[in-house]
């Protein structure tokens, strides 16, 4: 019940919310796993995580390798997973769920090492853009900017909003804008926003806007003012964090 009832609600917020290109939105439905690897162990997971890439796993389950993150500064976990499924019906379809259960059993003995690694794991169904542009954003780029926010009673679809202003103000002062991916089931993470950067440097460099471009910019993206860009959003959270990481090969 409590799965069908978020479900509704963000198709709803979906649908006062439209799906526009420029505001790097999308349908594509990913799973994304937080975890945090056992005292010890994150090296032995990194091991794992490259010797799963290279072996025939992902093939012989038709599914596309995961992208991974690793923590740099920030939250408490230690890689962020992101694994494309598409959708709900195609992932979970009786042929897609037969293949999987298929290369689990045949890789068993490689599969269950990587499972005692694991000291917490959370998931996360998300809504984001296209696996191209995903795909595509993490090849070019090496540094990331993650955000991840729990709305505040009611203020969902307002939170949703207010990233998507945030994107049109970054936009026209020759920032990076940020993927949005929306909520679909799994934690209690409304939306995250994901920012795609070649290094730590161009990550922290000025946007060369001048500060009257800048308040323009603020205000024709619907805020009241430069300011309010953060006001505006703290008022629309109950919590926040926010992680720098880096690609793991």
């Known amino acids: 019940m409590i799965f069908r009832c978020a479900a509704i609600c963000f198709f709803v917020l979906g649908m006062l919310a439209p799906v526009n290109a420029q505001t790097r939105e999308g349908d594509f439905l990913y799973r994304v796993t937080t975890v945090r690897a056992a005292p010890g162990k ?27 993150m690793r923590h740099s500064q920030g ?12 959708s709900w019906t195609a992932y979970h379809s009786k042929s897609a769920t037969r293949k ?13 090492p990587g499972y005692a690694l694991i000291a917490f794991a959370e998931d996360h169904f998300a809504y984001g853009p296209s696996l191209e542009e995903f795909q595509g954003e993490f ?17 969902a679809a307002g939170l949703l909003g207010q990233r998507q202003m945030e994107n049109a103000y970054l936009s026209a002062t020759g920032q990076t804008t940020n993927m949005i991916f929306r909520r679909a089931a799994g ?6 926003t994901i920012g795609f950067h070649e290094n730590l440097q161009s990550f922290a460099a000025p946007s060369g806007a001048s ?3 800048a308040e323009a910019a603020a205000t024709d993206a619907g ?3 430069r300011a309010d ?11 926040h964090h926010d992680t720098l990481a880096v690609r793991v090969e």
């Open 42 to 68: 994150l090296e032995d997971m990194l091991s794992w995580i490259a010797d799963m890439k290279a072996s025939d796993y992902f093939a012989d389950a038709g599914e596309h390798a995961p992208f991974v």
């Open 75 to 86: 939250d408490q976990w230690d890689l962020l997973k992101i694994e494309p499924m598409g």
């Open 100 to 112: 999987r259960n298929k290369a689990k059993e045949k890789h068993a003995d490689q599969l269950a």
């Open 139 to 155: 090849a070019e780029n090496g540094f990331f900017h993650i955000e991840m926010f729990k709305a505040a009673p009611g203020k």
């Open 187 to 192: 934690s209690d993470i409304d939306v995250f």
């Open 211 to 213: 500060a009257e471009e």
């Open 223 to 225: 805020f009241k003012n």
């Open 229 to 239: 860009i953060s006001f505006y959003l703290r008022s629309l959270i109950s919590a």
